[in-house]
């Protein structure tokens, strides 16, 4: 769906008027007489319409000598309700017949901030993201049809502001396509291929390793994941020089198991399926730097995807076996299911020993049990830094990507001990997501400020969002580029 910015309305099959809450009696309806007026006024009280964010009424009114179609859609009463209404606007229309329409802000009876209008474009743009690829048999009504939506009468500023928001679009689209496709077609290799495709000539640097160059770096736990699997693995970076010359200031790193049966520990088959989506955090990690790029983030950042396929075969990593690190620190693995965390421990010992970055963020879809304790609302954060935590709860909050903390302490760290090894793979069935968080902390360089992002209830809805419809929600890229904007550009 394409967005496209007018001084004046044109001609479009519906007009849309945004109302502000409890503004009707405000509303500027502009060419419409007051014989149309009446009808929308009546139209909205029938349906109980109050300008509240993302309620629409629409209805059909006399224009000289034929007939017009409008809508009122309520924009609310701050910053963020304009986005929630843009995405209900595209979700009642995209598949409506209506291939048109024109958002008119000279509706509105003071002039709408340019980061507003710039934030209703963006919920709008999101909203329309589908992907249909596999389907050949599509009912007609089914069939998206909106093609175009125009904003008119936006304040003078709002290219802008629509600029940075079109980039975070386009970054979440590289996400939401990733974590959408099938293991069938999506594995490390063809991960790397996608995404250098998708980002090609937007500036970035690229690293990528095959299984004997990590051999040869020592990196026993990431491929003790993958030795079950015929994939080949991979290790991607893409680093953005945004601020100049020099290492970067921040390393994202994101875990990239683009299938996960649990390997020989192997899962329930009730849902398996929707374990393709368990690269979510290397979804997010690629989907940021593509935004950071588009957008020129003046900021040195590097992306690492640890990209692996967890699988059960005659040569699958073991219960009981010992891993030796890129970190040099010896892993027993008690549950091969468990193995997000392995692959991050070295993607995490790399990029210091490679970049050198002075805060780590790293994202996975790591833990079942983060599910149970915050559900599909917010995603975990732990953190060695009260400072950095303070940044991405802000992110979180100011992005929508919201996420809450939790703690990390000696006394769960020694759940990890081992009997045989410098530590176990897992701790107890009891505070399964912190145990996982205290394990990564060992592989993070003194004087490193790390934070650790467990979005295992987020990166996939089964009902739809306010800017996502059901499947891939593309979280981690609003916070991160929130984040970065936020305290890493100059």
């Known amino acids: 769906m394409q967005i496209q910015f007018s001084t004046a309305p044109t001609d479009a099959e519906l007009t849309v008027l945004p109302v502000e809450k409890d503004g009707l009696a405000r509303v500027k309806f502009g060419a419409f007489d007051a014989s149309a007026q009446r009808v929308l006024l009546a139209a909205a009280k029938a349906g109980r319409f109050e300008g509240e964010a993302g309620g629409i009424v629409d209805a059909v009114v006399a224009a000289g000598e034929r007939v017009q179609r409008v809508a009122l859609i309520g924009v609310g009463s701050g910053e963020a309700d304009y986005e929630r209404a843009g995405g209900a606007l595209t979700a009642r229309y995209l598949t409506s017949g209506t291939t048109a329409l024109t958002v008119d802000f000279n509706a509105l009876p003071a002039a709408a901030s340019p ?26 009504k089914a069939k998206p049809t909106l093609a175009t939506l125009t904003i008119a009468g936006a ?74 699997s015929r994939r080949a693995p991979r290790l991607l970076a893409l680093k953005w020089n945004g601020a100049g010359a020099g290492d970067p200031a921040l390393a994202l790193v994101g875990k990239g198991v683009t299938f996960d049966t649990g390997g020989i520990s192997i899962k329930p088959a009730g849902g398996m399926e929707d374990m393709k989506w368990d690269m979510g955090g290397a979804g997010a ?45 010896t892993i027993e693995v008690i549950n091969t299911d468990a193995e997000g965390r392995l692959v991050l421990s070295d993607a995490l010992t790399w990029v210091q020993r490679t970049h050198r970055p002075k805060t780590i963020v790293d994202l996975a879809t790591l833990t079942g049990a983060m599910i149970i304790a915050l559900g599909n609302e917010h995603g975990g954060l732990f953190a060695n830094d009260d400072g950095l935590a303070d940044q991405l709860l802000a992110a979180g909050l100011a992005s929508g990507d919201k996420l809450w903390r939790f703690p990390l302490a000696d006394a769960y760290d020694k759940l990890l001990e081992s009997q045989i090894a410098d530590m176990k793979n897992v701790g107890p069935r009891g505070a399964g997501s912190i145990t996982a968080a205290q394990f990564l902390k060992r592989f993070v360089d003194e004087g490193v400020r790390w934070a650790h992002l467990d979005i295992a209830g987020m990166v996939w809805a089964d009902k739809p969002g306010a800017t996502y419809d059901k499947g891939a929600t593309g979280y981690g890229v609003r916070v991160l580029d929130r984040f970065v904007a936020d305290n890493f550009e100059q």
């Not at 980061?115 to 589908?130: D, Y």
């Not at 689209?173 to 974590?179: G, I, M, Q, Y």
């Not at 010992?322 to 620190?329: A, E, L, R």
């Open 115 to 140: 980061r507003a209008v710039a934030r209703f474009a963006a919920g709008a743009a999101q909203r329309g993201w589908r992907y249909d690829v596999y389907r050949t048999k599509l009912a007609d």
């Open 155 to 228: 304040p003078a500023g709002t290219d802008a502001e629509w600029a940075p928001r079109d980039a975070l679009t386009q970054g979440l689209a590289l996400t939401r396509e990733l974590v959408t496709e099938p293991a069938n077609i999506l594995y490390p290799e063809s991960f790397v291929a996608r995404v250098t495709k998708s980002v090609e000539g937007l500036g970035l640097e690229f690293t990528v390793l095959g299984e004997e160059e990590m051999r040869d770096l020592g990196m026993g736990a990431l491929l003790g994941v993958n030795q079950g």
């Open 285 to 329: 990690v690629v989907g940021t730097m593509k935004a950071l790029a588009l957008r020129k983030a003046k900021a040195n950042v590097i992306g690492v995807c640890g990209l692996v396929e967890n699988m059960p075969d005659g040569n699958a990593q073991r219960p009981g076996d010992v891993v030796t690190s890129m970190s040099g620190q």
